[in-house]
């Protein structure tokens, strides 16, 4: 991803340092693909509050939607909230890191912005079972195993939009230097990691005994 | 051969002297001579792990069909009031091991080990001159006990106590032994068909406890697909996600209702059939008529009700418990629903009562035996539900006093306290805390509740 910072002359988006820019961008369809840095609302703001507004606003309405009389109405509408809630969850970097990445954001923006929602929704399970456990107790909640899967997806799937978006853009508006840089497959390879221990490792029970393991180290 | 009868009569003159000692009753009050008499009922105790009382076609389940548990109960007595003092697997597990609530025998959560020194009815039966056995999932905190007076201990430690459904790796006897059957439940069953089929003097007493219907709900391959097609009805406050929802994956319900609940029902089913296979060889022993069969749940469960899935809170779905038991000998009236409250606590003093063993004093539950012989029995009045907190899991600690018509609930957070009337609002849809009625019985409910926590019984 470079912005043009004159004839021939670009700044790689990605790392920050300059970069050629190939004679065919000169071309206007090139102009249109090749990122120009967006404003900060723009290029981080935007993406975060989309994550943000679809986790909590899926969230609200699911927990509010049994309220409704009608039992159709309420059936379609927990699954379609209870399912974009965890979708966001989930995948919500798929979304993210993309629009992030096209506006320009810095790699710093891009990851911090995927991982505002997964730490957002922490933090409101942190609060919730405040009702249940004691603050400590409810902090070390906040970092329980579906927290760390969904970290582990954002890892995953940052990884991989990185190399798609570096591929996409080569394809279209020129090469940024790797499309495969070596943090990408990092990122992918701890990703799968994670998933696999916390989540698939005999349907997540190993890493939740581990987790309990601690919870009786730290407070029992 | 010789030693081992020096042995079993050295351990019944043993016995002999130490219930008497252990439960602080004179030798001249123990009925042992009767209990040795050939007549000496033999005991099998069959505990599922979740399975919710009315997932039973004899309780009217829409959708589940259990023809063993059903002819067991038209053999013997569905208790149609039966309820656990703490609807969670470890702390109801002791209780009904012991007979005690869970304050008093310590297992109060999944985290607060077992305490060796706790005396179970195998215990007592063995003493009592009993071949035992232990057979299936222990699953409380802390390591495998070496539990006095278990002859045949078989059990497994694997997911921290949880066993799994495919090829479970066994401890038999301190030794790891590999299944010999893959799924479990007929493992087990197997397990225990083994051993009331071995040559013996003495009668027997068995404790068979099931992984089965505990999650991750697999099913053996032939009922993969069975109830596929039906529709259940669900209750009106649930929905698709309630399994994965706002802390209910810690259950391990992380996916649709509809899909764990129909694994549910296949599991449950899958017991039935070996609750079946179990009673046609006590049939085929010759031993059906001589055995008091009990088949418990070791606390129920939600489906949906109240936006809930598992169980710990001290709503009926999750504090009622299938409860049959079956002893001809006694029951003179086969096929009857007993409708007087019992509890997981009433089942050792009540064994021992129907053995004709002495109970021992420090009990807390109280015997059905009388509710066995007659239809007429007075059945108790109160009693309390404790639940402690048990991390990570999204429940408060509670305390609460049931009646046999109502409830009252208060919690260890700043959630406030709940009163239903369960004979008019059986989904306790309606709390009567802040109205006239409410007002009216929660004094009385209050000073009950503070009685029972002071260990007043209400029998």
């Known amino acids: ?220 | 051969m010789i030693n081992k009868l020096i042995r079993g009569r050295a351990l019944k003159l043993a016995g002999l002297f130490l219930v008497p000692l252990l439960i602080g009753l004179s030798p001249a009050s123990s009925p042992l001579s009767d209990a040795q008499s050939p007549k000496r009922p033999n005991i099998v105790f069959i505990l599922t792990d979740d399975h919710r009382w009315d997932f039973m076609s004899r309780a009217g389940h829409p959708v589940v069909k259990t023809p063993s548990l059903d002819r067991l109960a038209s053999e013997g007595m569905l208790f149609s009031n039966a309820f656990v003092t703490s609807a969670l697997c470890s702390p109801s597990r002791a209780s009904f091991l012991t007979g005690l609530y869970a304050h008093t025998h310590g297992v109060q959560n999944n985290l607060t080990p077992w305490r060796d020194e706790s005396v179970t009815f195998l215990e007592l039966f063995k003493q009592a001159g009993y071949d035992t056995a232990f057979i299936g999932k222990w699953h409380m905190p802390g390591r495998l006990p070496k539990l006095r007076g278990v002859d045949l201990f078989v059990s497994f430690t694997i997911q921290g106590g949880q066993g799994r459904y495919w090829n479970c790796p066994l401890i038999v006897n301190g030794v790891e032994t590999p299944s010999r059957n893959p799924y479990i439940t007929e493992e087990l069953t197997d397990r225990a068909i083994e051993f009331i089929s071995q040559k013996r003097d003495n009668p027997f007493c068995l404790y068979l406890s099931h992984k089965a219907v505990h999650h991750e709900w697999s099913p053996p391959k032939d009922l993969a697909r069975l109830y596929e097609d039906v529709k259940v009805p669900y209750p009106k406050e649930a929905d698709t996600w309630v399994t994965s929802m706002n802390g209910a994956v810690y259950a391990g319900t992380f996916g649709r209702l509809d899909y764990h609940y129909k694994n549910y029902c296949r599991v449950v089913v899958d017991v039935d059939r070996n609750v079946g296979r179990f009673l046609n060889k006590l049939e085929e022993l010759g031993f059906a008529e001589n055995t008091i069969v009990v088949y418990a749940g070791d606390n129920g469960y939600f489906w949906g009700e109240h936006r809930l899935v598992d169980k710990r809170w001290a709503y009926e779905e999750s504090i009622r418990i299938p409860f049959i038991v079956r002893f001809p000998r006694l029951i003179k009236d086969p096929g009857r629903r007993a409708h007087q409250m019992v509890l997981n606590i009433d089942l050792a003093p009540s064994l021992l009562e129907a053995a004709g063993l002495p109970v021992p004093e420090h009990m807390q539950g109280k015997s059905f035996v009388p509710i066995l012989k007659s239809a007429s029995a007075q059945g108790r009045k109160a009693w309390l539900y404790e639940y402690s907190k048990d991390f990570p899991y999204n429940t408060p600690g509670i305390e609460g006093v049931r009646t046999d018509t109502h409830i009252y609930i208060e919690y260890s957070s700043k959630r406030p306290p709940e009163l239903y009337d369960v004979v008019k609002d059986p989904r306790q849809q309606r709390n009567l805390i802040d109205t006239e009625e409410g007002k009216r019985l929660l004094p009385e409910m209050k000073k009950m509740l503070g009685d029972l926590k002071k260990g007043k019984k209400f029998d």
């Open chain 1, 1 to 220: 991803m470079v912005k043009v910072l004159g004839e021939g002359v670009g700044e790689d988006l990605l790392t920050g340092r300059p970069s050629l820019i190939l004679t065919s961008l000169k071309a206007k369809r090139h102009e249109r693909l090749v990122m120009q840095r967006g404003t900060f609302a723009r290029r981080f703001v935007f993406p975060t509050a989309l994550g943000l507004a679809i986790m909590l606003g899926t969230l609200w309405i699911y927990n509010v939607s049994w309220r409704i009389e009608n039992d159709t109405i309420h059936q379609w509408l927990a699954f379609v909230t209870g399912l974009g809630h965890m979708a966001m969850l989930l995948g919500g970097s798929l979304l993210i890191y993309p629009i992030a990445f096209f506006r320009g954001a810095t790699l710093a923006e891009r990851i911090i912005a995927c991982l505002v929602v997964p730490v957002v929704w922490s933090a409101t399970e942190i609060i919730r079972v405040t009702e249940f456990f004691p603050f400590g107790e409810s902090l070390y909640y906040g970092v329980n195993s579906q927290f760390v899967v969904y970290l582990a997806c954002a890892a995953l799937q940052m990884g991989l939009c990185e190399i798609i978006c570096r591929w996409w853009i080569r394809g279209r508006a020129g090469a940024p230097a790797k499309v495969v840089p070596r943090g990408a497959v990092i990122s992918i390879l701890v990703g799968l990691v994670g998933v696999y221990v916390v989540m698939i490792w005999e349907g997540g029970v190993h890493w939740f005994y581990l987790y309990q393991q601690g919870y009786k180290a730290l407070f029992l």
